[in-house]
């Protein structure tokens, strides 16, 4: 069966800009560049899984607009599997409005559009593709009953992964039940935890927070200071350093983040879970010195033969 990562998410059209800075509320500033690029949290994540090599797959949604024909077939260049990325004529696909600093920092606004149609039909009419996953990567950015139907189907069947993101404050805890991993940013734990700010001094709060709401396991990535992991099978958090860059757009970076220990998870089962987040790192910390996400996202061999062992 196609389909080792199986991703149940969004597709978006960014819009992006890039300006000096990010404006403040009410202010005008003038931008320097844009571009419209492929984006979404879902394909994101399948796109880095693929550019590694991993075979995947898309569950996905998408409108009936000149967007739609572009899309698939970028996803089919990278080989993955698009049977049950849906085309709806009634919806516009889903759009994502980007700006970007200088000092890579952005702030995003999303329009879901036809991904708000992804479906419990849509996601039970691939049930053996979701059972034979590997792994089952799923988002905040597709209806929660969708996700719930996927993760439901795929119980017992490998590694699930969820990214509560974009934050929401009430999540349903079946959620939390049914995923073997539970992934945030910083940002995002605070809005599920309520502590602020979240930071490597006190990451670990904020993940016993998240475990005792229901998390078998969660992973809070930290940007340039890395990640940290806990579980419930362990009394430890780890910590998971990565190295300090100078960015050019984060945009995506958490994504790559997601992609790759999703592939590290799916393809070297003899590593550890501390070295599948410290590997994951090193590949969003990469994607950061590049414009955009799918570019941004290394290729298998762009990277160092010891990445892989």
Not at 22 to 48: D, R
Not at 239 to 255: E, I, L, M, Y
Request: hydrophobic share 40%; aromatic share 6%.
């Amino acid at each position: 069966m196609p389909g080792k990562i199986v991703v149940v998410g969004s597709c978006m059209i960014d819009f992006t800009c890039y300006a000096p800075r990010l404006p403040k509320p009410g202010e005008t500033i003038c931008g320097y560049k844009s571009k419209i690029k492929l984006g979404g949290k879902g394909a994101n994540q399948c796109v880095a899984a693929a550019k590694l090599g991993s075979t995947t797959a898309l569950i996905s949604a998408l409108g009936c607009d000149f967007f739609a024909k572009n899309y698939l077939d970028a996803l089919r260049e990278l080989h993955v599997d698009t049977s049950f990325v849906k085309v709806h004529e009634n919806a516009d696909s889903g759009k994502a409005h980007i700006t970007v600093a200088k000092n890579g920092e952005n702030s995003i606004v999303i329009i879901p559009g036809a991904n708000d149609l992804i479906s419990v039909e849509q996601v039970k009419k691939a049930t053996n593709l979701i059972e034979n996953a590997s792994v089952l990567l799923c988002q905040f950015e597709s209806p929660i009953d969708a996700t719930l139907q996927a993760l439901r189907i795929h119980q017992g069947h490998g590694y699930s992964i969820v990214n509560g993101a974009p934050a929401i404050k009430s999540v349903n805890p079946e959620i939390f039940s049914l995923c073997d991993i539970f992934c945030v940013n910083e940002t995002e734990a605070e809005v599920l935890t309520g502590i602020y700010p979240v930071k490597i001094s006190n990451a670990d709060l904020a993940v016993n927070s998240l475990l005792g709401q229901g998390c078998k396991s969660v992973i809070i990535t930290l940007g340039s200071s890395g990640a940290v992991f806990g579980s419930n099978d362990t009394e430890e958090i780890i910590q998971v350093n990565t190295v300090s860059v100078c960015p050019v757009d984060t945009t995506g970076a958490g994504d790559a983040f997601l992609g790759a220990l999703a592939f590290f998870l799916a393809y070297c089962p003899h590593f550890s879970m501390k070295e599948c987040i410290e590997r994951a790192c090193k590949i969003a910390t990469l994607s950061v010195l590049k414009e955009g996400t799918h570019d941004s996202f290394p290729k298998r061999d762009e990277l160092p033969s010891s990445m892989f062992k």
